[in-house]
């Protein structure tokens, strides 16, 4: 058994999700926020056989694709990243972020 | 050190929470939602020392038990599963899914 | 890689945020609850490279420091922990709770 922890853009969340269904995985939605940008984004836990980890990875990779976006962003200030500057930086979003983790015991009731 | 996962139904929240703070375990609870039914339900995490592993999986056992549910699933559909369908399928629901991780280091400031 | 599932107090949420960002540290924020005081505090997930484990440790352990609170508890009831009776008891909170994690595999879309 292994739990993958997989971020992922909002606007990928609901694909994500249907996928995962149709494919048989179990898994759990958890609502997060992008440190950087402080946007929302979707936290899934999908505990699953060490077997299934590469159809796993190719369902995630097929469907979250990271894409360029504009953000103003001020680095050294507490202030959400919305607040203007001059020049806006060209940051890549979407795509995903998955940690596969060990697992010691694993149990249902 | 481990870290325990446990994801409950939320009519199993309350009984948890109060069964795991007479018990003595330290815990964090998060709000989170079900990728089949899409219904809300609670992960805990539970930092606990190895030993206390036996006495905290014999909680959750006695505090979560599985039912049956009647649900509406449209399984190949973007929509929330409780879109009606001819026949309802009977889903277990309310158990508790527990994953017991490895822990490299656990520090407290 | 390793995984840093660090909890930490509101008070001290918007300083963590500003000193991982100023850092360089990727992360991602979920809201969660005390499971004995039931207050609202902040749990990071901060995948890290093993050699940023001293410097990430050193940043939380500078930013969250453990304070004294007064509480009013009553310990074997389903009430919020709010309630009152006579005698309040100082419970020491603020302060930071971090697991590092092992990762079998990390992957980015
Ligand atoms: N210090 C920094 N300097 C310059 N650019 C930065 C940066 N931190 C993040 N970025 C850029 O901003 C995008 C959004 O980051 P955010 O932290 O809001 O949202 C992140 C965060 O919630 C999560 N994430 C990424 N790496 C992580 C890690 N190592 N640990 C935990 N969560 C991570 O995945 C989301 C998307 O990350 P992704 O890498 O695709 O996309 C990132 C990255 O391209
Ligand atoms: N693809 C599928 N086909 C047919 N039936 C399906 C199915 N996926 C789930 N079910 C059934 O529906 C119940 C609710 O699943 P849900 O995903 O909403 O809510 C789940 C989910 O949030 C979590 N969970 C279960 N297995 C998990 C796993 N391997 N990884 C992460 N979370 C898991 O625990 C909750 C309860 O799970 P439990 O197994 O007791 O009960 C499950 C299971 O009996
Ligand atoms: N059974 C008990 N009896 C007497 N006092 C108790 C107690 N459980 C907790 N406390 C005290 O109350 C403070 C707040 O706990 P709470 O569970 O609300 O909020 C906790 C919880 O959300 C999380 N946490 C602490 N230890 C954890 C663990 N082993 N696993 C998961 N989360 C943990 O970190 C927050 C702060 O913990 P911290 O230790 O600094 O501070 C704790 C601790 O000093």
Known sequence: MKLCVCIVH????????DELVR??????VIGSTGGFLREGNTTF?????????????RLIGQNCKTREQLVNVT???????????ATPL????GGAVVFIL????????
Not at 10 to 17: F, G
Not at 23 to 28: E, I, M, R, W
Not at 75 to 85: G, R, T, V
């Open 10 to 17: 909002n606007r990928d969340r609901n694909k994500i999700t």
């Open 23 to 28: 494919a048989g995985f179990k898994f759990t």
């Open 45 to 57: 836990l999908i505990g699953i056989d060490d077997e299934d980890r590469p159809s796993l990875l």
């Open 75 to 85: 680095p050294f200030d507490a202030a959400p990243a919305a607040a203007f500057i």
């Open 90 to 93: 060209k940051v890549p979003v």
């Open 102 to 109: 060990p697992v010691d015991q694993f149990e249902r009731y």
